[in-house]
C-alpha cells in the first residue's frame, strides 16, 4: 500500500481542517489505518486508528474534535478535525497497518 496525504495547511484556532490520505494497491480495504502527527522536538504520536470495518478510536488529546474516516470505494482515509488548537501544529502522517507503510507528512500550523 502506497499512501499520498493532503489537505495540511495553516488554520487559526477554532478552525477546521480535513487531511485525506489516498492508497494504491488492492489491500487497503483490509489495512487497518491510523493518523500519527510529530510535533517538532516531541516523539511521533498515534492520533487515531480505524479497522478495516469501521471500528475507530481516537487518543484523549483529539477526542470531541477529530474524527477518523474511511472511503474503501476512493481507497482514502480522512482526517476531520475541528476546534483545532496550537497544540495540534505538527506534521501529520498517514499508516497503513498492512504493510506497515508510511505517506510523506502534511504539514499542519495552528495559530493562536
Known amino acids: 500500500v502506497q499512501l499520498q496525504a493532503s489537505g495540511g495547511g495553516a488554520v487559526q484556532a477554532g478552525g477546521s481542517l480535513r487531511l485525506s490520505c489516498a492508497a494504491s494497491?488492492?489491500?487497503?480495504?483490509?489495512?487497518?489505518m491510523d493518523w500519527y502527527r510529530q510535533a517538532p522536538g516531541k516523539q511521533r504520536e498515534l492520533v487515531a486508528y480505524?479497522?478495516?470495518?469501521?471500528?475507530?478510536n481516537h487518543a484523549d488529546s483529539v477526542k470531541g474534535r477529530f474524527t477518523i474516516s474511511r472511503d474503501n470505494a476512493k481507497n482514502t482515509v480522512y482526517l476531520q478535525m475541528n476546534s483545532l488548537k496550537a497544540e495540534d501544529t505538527a506534521v501529520y502522517y498517514c499508516?497503513?497497518?498492512?504493510?506497515?507503510?508510511w505517506g510523506k507528512g502534511t504539514q499542519v500550523t495552528v495559530s493562536s
Open positions: 494497491g488492492s489491500r487497503f480495504k483490509i489495512s487497518g
Open positions: 480505524i479497522t478495516s470495518d469501521g471500528s475507530t
Open positions: 499508516h497503513s497497518r498492512w504493510g506497515n507503510n
